[in-house]
């Protein structure tokens, strides 16, 4: 899932497991319908693990687990929103990646799953909520971060907090009602009030600005022209607080490594929907999608020559809002390993102008069939972003790049 995207629920019984490289403290908050808890007695954590239709379960290490029993969860509560916060004193999530694994409960079935992008400053997040609509339930996520913990979570939505006496802010006055068509940060209080079903989340209120960002890690803006990519580095396509582009083109090319051998290697990108399933691919033998908001440029059989060998141009605007995601892959039908092949790389281009704007060179190769280059996000925000991925598969046609590409989202 990406952030804002919403599934429906095929399950009663769902459990929610958060889990990250370090310990991390897992609750769940059930809210009425004005986004507060009835009681403190609505907040789940391993110091009081249930409420009517929601409990909480640790694990031994990473993170835990938050079961809600839809059917058990009071009329009067609309959602319940999962949250984790770290367990060390001071840490941040900069450079940790937690996940949301939603799973059905009884059978342990995924549903869906979530890595909130972009953390840095923030101690605690809400990660993903489950909430009413039409009748039945649906899951969305979130990744909203507060810097000051989970004190600040529960604090925004009505939990009376105690904690040892340290140095703090002073408290946030109370929120005021928001606005049914609105979602924003009330004055004074460091999160938003919590949206009205179906809404996009707003972007989280500023934190201290991070540190910036280690080679191959972190997210940079073309503010400064022509970005040049790690593997794992991200980029927002948005120049002076704007998206700059309508139409992007994805240029890949590769050399033989040896002299005189010819490599065929095939570009193709599969689309993605919120729920990481397939909408469609554009491949040398599809070389047109989604009416055209997808146009591939036709196989090159050797690699040989200056330039792109193959080309995929994106009309951004064009895309259906149910295509959220973006994975570029290249292939090797004939079984040639990508350690036979030299200067793999991937450049995003406008594709009015043809003004290069990001480029990502792979610096090694495996022997294997297949590589995931690059993919592009749509934010819940509008703005799109490319992220290097340069990683390596046993894969010879984009059929069998569909499930690690979905997983590389």
Known sequence: MTPGSNLPLSAVRVAVDV?????????????????????????????????????????????????VDTAAVPEGIDKIVVTASLDTPGATFAGTEPTGTVRNADDGSVLASFTPPRLGTETALVVVEIYRRGGGWKVRAVGQGYANGLAGIATDFGVSVEEPAAP?????????PAPAAEW??????????APPPDAAP????????????????????????????????????????RPVLSS????????????GRSIDLDASVIAYGPDRKKVDNCFFGKLMILGGAIQHSGDNLTG???????AITVHLGGLPPEVTGLVFVVNSFSGQKFSDV?????????????????????????????????????????????TALGEFVDARTVRGMTKPAAQAL
């Open 19 to 67: 889990t990250a490289p370090v310990r991390l403290d897992v609750s769940g908050l059930l809210l009425a319908a004005d986004g507060k808890v009835r009681s403190d007695d609505d907040f789940v954590f391993y110091n009081q693990p249930s409420a009517p239709g929601v409990t909480h379960s640790a694990a031994a290490a990473g993170g835990d687990t938050i079961t």
């Open 184 to 193: 924003g940060p009330p004055t004074g209080s460091p999160a938003p009030v």
């Open 202 to 241: 707003a972007a989280p209120a500023p934190a201290p600005a991070p540190p910036a960002p280690a080679p191959g890690s972190g997210k940079v803006n073309l503010d400064k022209g022509r970005v040049n990519l790690q593997k794992n580095q991200t980029v927002s396509l948005v120049k002076g607080g």
């Open 342 to 386: 030299a200067k793999a790389y991937c450049r995003l281009l406008d594709a009015q102008s043809g003004e290069e704007l990001v480029r990502f060179d792979l610096t090694h190769a495996e022997p294997r069939t297949g590589v995931m280059m690059a993919k592009l996000i749509r934010q819940f925000s509008g703005e799109w972003e490319m």
């Open 168 to 176: 703090a802010a002073a408290p946030a006055p109370p929120a005021p």
């Open 248 to 259: 992007v083109r994805m240029g890949l090319g590769w050399e033989p490594a040896f002299q």
């Open 304 to 310: 040989e020559g200056a330039g792109d060998d193959e």
